[in-house]
């Protein structure tokens, strides 16, 4: 699980910072999945090393422009492309409305099926692999963080173990690995999970924004690998966040504290805090690191790899 950050900024874009967009490259089934779409979101895409192509879930936080005037456009580019397969879109219950407006008055049709999908708190989707679930957040208009929590997998496969027991190899082994139980063409009948190392656990990434600070987000990001949290504003101009109802870098940390993540990244910038300021996006990275340490901001193209928690396997002796 990579993520890349496509547009960190607040509002408007500006020369080093595109609006909001996040991809989630899943490489072991050569998907990404992007979290919201800002305007210039598919030229962003040109300029990194995702592929349009690739994209299979689209998931939108809330209906502000900065998060959305990009969906269409990309989609239109992608069918352009070439592109025929099938994009899930997830988002608030007006997103399907706004979609169908897009396409009515530009009397565009997509080249591929679209299904658009309302959300409520909750589980949102699941497959084999993954589970993805929203909560609310505190917003001006209705907002959505979302989680995406991997499953857990089975521990490495003892493939010597396997051979010195005389198992042929084939379509057996992956039983074995799966944990299942097996008769043998002998007549034996051979416990999985006797073969497999101790089960990885699964990575959890969350994100929330726009938002204050609040429980649902507390309650969202419990233990997860790493949180993505909007930081619109400095600690000094918490009147303004209050006001507006988006984060400071102090609320995004704290935050990370109470939930327990092991890694907080900062996005949603807003412009005041550009070079040449009084204050500067390093004076927000600070304030955020004296609650929580393991924060650091995300700029445009910028890519974070997910790490996988160690596992300790036990080997019996004798």
């Known amino acids: 699980m990579e993520i890349t950050f496509l547009g960190t900024s607040s509002g408007v874009p500006t020369r080093g910072r595109n609006v909001s967009s996040i991809g989630l490259k899943l490489p072991q089934r050569a998907e990404v999945w992007l979290f919201d779409c800002g305007e210039g979101t598919q030229h962003q895409l040109l300029r990194s090393d995702l592929k ?12 502000h422009g900065d998060h959305i005037f990009g969906l269409v456009g990309l989609l239109a580019s992608c069918g352009l492309a070439g ?15 706004y979609i169908k407006a897009c396409l009515r008055y530009s009397q565009m049709r997509f080249a591929f099926p679209v299904e658009v999908h309302p959300v409520s708190p909750g589980l949102v989707y699941e497959d084999g692999e993954f589970q993805v679930t929203c909560a609310p957040l505190k917003h001006r208009v209705p907002a959505f963080g979302y989680r995406v929590g991997e ?10 173990k396997a051979q010195a027991l005389g198992i042929p190899p084939g379509p ?15 007549g034996r009948v051979i416990d999985g999970r006797e073969f497999c190392g101790s089960p990885q656990p699964g990575r959890h990434f969350v994100y929330c924004t726009d938002t204050i600070y609040c429980d649902q987000a507390v309650a969202l990001a419990q233990g ?8 619109t504003f400095a600690h000094q101009d918490a009147a303004l966040a209050f006001e507006r109802l988006h984060s400071t870098s102090t609320m995004a940390a ?7 993540v092991k890694q907080l990244i900062l996005t949603h910038f807003s412009p005041r805090y550009a070079p040449g300021n009084p204050l500067q996006l390093s004076d ?25 928690a160690q596992t300790t396997t036990t080997v019996p002796v004798g």
Not at 91 to 96: H, K, M, S, V, W
Request: without cysteine; hydrophobic residues 45%.
């Open 254 to 260: 704290q935050v990370a504290l109470a939930a327990g």
């Open 151 to 160: 499953r857990e997998r089975a521990g490495e496969f003892n493939v010597a």
């Open 284 to 308: 927000l990275l600070a304030e955020a690191q004296a609650i929580f340490p393991n924060t650091v901001l995300a700029s445009d193209f910028f890519t974070y790899s997910i790490p996988r």
């Open 52 to 63: 349009s192509s690739q994209i299979r879930r689209i998931f939108i936080t809330h209906m």
């Open 172 to 186: 057996v082994y992956g039983q074995l690995k799966r944990g299942e139980t097996v008769t043998l063409p002998d």
């Open 83 to 97: 592109d025929n397969h099938r994009v899930d879109i997830y988002g608030p219950a007006d997103l399907q409305g």
């Open 224 to 231: 997860a690998d790493v949180l993505v949290h909007e930081a």
